[in-house]
């Protein structure tokens, strides 16, 4: 099933088109709009792989370089990345949870004196 995006001269948004057959025809239109002047996007494309192969590439520790667990964006970064290797979206509060962390002020470790 293939999924063809425009976009949208009039009010720059992007509009996606999923279509049952490749033989299926549409009438492109701005789903934001409404404008008919929308020119077809080159899409990346997807080959989704089994779920086997998507748990065995997160054990690749290439996968983790430059991980630093003291830095919140550095553990944002690796976050990210597993989500898309799952082929997930990492939920609604992602977002705010991570603008939270990373706002927080740094702790210091204490010292023994």
Do not use: W
């Not at 404008?35 to 077809?40: C, E, G, I, L, N």
């Not at 976050?79 to 706002?103: C, I, P, Q, T, V």
């Amino acid at each position: 099933m293939p999924i063809y995006e425009y976009y949208c001269g009039a009010c720059h948004k992007r509009s996606s088109f999923l279509l049952l057959r490749v033989s299926e025809e549409i009438d492109p239109y701005c789903k934001a709009c409404g404008s008919k002047d929308v020119k077809k996007l080159i899409s990346r494309v997807s080959v989704p792989k089994s779920e086997e192969k998507r748990m065995e590439s997160l054990l690749d520790p290439s996968k983790f370089s430059g991980l630093d667990e003291n830095d919140p964006r550095s553990v944002e970064r690796v976050m990210r990345k597993m989500g898309r290797e799952l082929g997930d979206e990492l939920g609604e509060g992602f977002e705010e949870s991570m603008e939270e962390a990373l706002n927080e002020p740094q702790s210091t470790p204490e010292k023994d004196f």
